[in-house]
């Protein structure tokens, strides 16, 4: 029993994952400062929306939760920036944002790490996908601003990491945390809901085929996700008159998207290969293109070699951006512009983002894969 407790901690240590965390914090904290310094927390146009929007709970005509929750943009981020935006420095400089998102992009960084680690059990695929995360400077500049990106990435990233847990453990508090994050993500972006539903049917399937009662544990984990997007209907319902206002209604994306569908700028509506081209091209701009080759193969290999077994189902959900991004593009839902799309222009490129969870972790996959080829000068060129 000695010899073995000795193990476990020498296989923990050589993970370093403290360094890995010190690591983070140094370089969130050179770009809170370079972002601060430049005024880039104020780059976009949503950033000053997202901290007026909080201050308005106590700093309007009619100041009030339940006046200013509003509709089209869910609450739960601007709930947790309404205590930091109250301070006037913190709201007019945007380190009212910074105070928020710099302790949830630590928290994502080291739950990229843990979940790698859980997937490979390998020190150097770890550290390799650790890296290409903690690098990307599109990363590292949204924690900076008052952007919703990064509490969203946090809570899809805590979430997957322990319904991967429950898959390989089925402990209920692992099931309970992942319903938890994937929650609060329900009330933070519309990008979530999609998620959640993948979520609780993986989590369905898993029961199914190890036989965990798969009713009661989709059950245990959908109630509250699915009660929240229930209960932001009913609220639209009753504050507004229309169940769908936060997405048809004169302040949602639909009805804007209706002026750019008249100025042509909506192309991509209808026309699925434009719409592949555009957002693929976004995914590419904001992970790097290596990376994105590196985590395609390492996904089809991992696939491959996984096939069924229910303990591989959880890494899908983080591929769920793909698709869905696809069809609200075909459906003329979504705008992405950018210098190669057609027109051209630089606009809304962010949703790229939401793939980069799964391009680090799956490159570190791959770096796994290669390991296991004895391709060492790649591996170091990588």
């Not at 539903?197 to 085929?209: E, G, R």
């Not at 009913?234 to 100025?263: H, I, K, M, P, V």
């Not at 790097?288 to 229910?310: D, E, I, Q, R």
């Not at 696809?326 to 003329?332: P, T, V």
Request: hydrophobic residues 50%.
């Amino acid at each position: 029993t000695h010899s073995a407790v000795i193990n476990i901690v020498e296989t923990e240590q050589k993970y370093y994952f403290n360094y890995a965390v010190f690591i983070t914090v140094i370089l969130g904290l050179i770009s809170q400062i370079l972002s601060y310094y430049f005024d880039y927390n104020f780059a976009y146009r949503d950033s000053i929306y997202r901290l007026e929007a909080a201050r308005r709970f106590f700093d309007a005509y009619n100041p009030g939760l339940i006046n200013q929750i509003g509709t089209v943009w869910l609450p739960v981020p601007n709930l947790l920036l309404m205590p930091f935006a109250y301070v006037d420095f913190l709201w007019q400089t945007g380190l009212a944002a910074a105070i928020m998102n710099f302790p949830l992009f630590v928290i994502s960084t080291a739950v990229v790490f843990l979940s790698i680690k859980k997937l490979t059990n390998n020190v150097i695929a770890t550290w390799f996908g650790f890296l290409v995360y903690v690098l990307n400077y599109n990363i590292l500049y949204f924690q900076t601003t008052s952007m919703t990106e990064q509490l969203y990435l946090t809570l899809i990233i805590c979430s997957f990491y322990f319904l991967l847990l429950w898959a390989d453990g089925k402990k209920l508090k692992h099931l309970l945390w992942s319903s938890f994050f994937i929650s609060l993500g329900v009330g933070s972006r519309y990008d979530a809901w999609p998620v959640a539903i993948v979520s609780i049917l993986i989590v369905f399937v898993i029961s199914l085929i190890d036989k965990e009662k798969p009713i009661r544990n989709s059950f245990i984990y959908g109630f509250v996700p699915v009660l929240l997007i229930i209960v932001w209907f009913w609220y639209n319902w009753l504050f507004y008159g229309d169940a769908l206002e936060f997405s048809r209604g004169r302040f949602s994306t639909l009805y804007q998207l209706q002026y750019y569908e008249a100025a042509g700028r909506l192309l991509t509506k209808n026309n699925f290969l434009l719409s592949a081209k555009v957002y693929v091209s976004s995914v590419l701009l904001y992970s790097g293109n290596l990376y994105v080759v590196l985590a395609v193969l390492a996904l089809f290999v991992y696939a491959f070699k996984n096939k069924f077994n229910s303990k591989s189902f959880p890494v899908y959900v983080l591929w769920v951006a793909l698709p869905i991004s696809l069809i609200l593009m075909y459906k003329g839902q979504v705008i992405i512009e950018l210098p190669n799309s057609e027109p051209a222009g630089y606009f809304n490129s962010r949703y790229g983002l939401y793939m980069f969870p799964a391009i680090a972790i799956f490159s570190g996959i791959f770096a796994l894969y290669i390991q296991k080829k004895n391709k060492k000068k790649i591996l170091i060129y990588l």
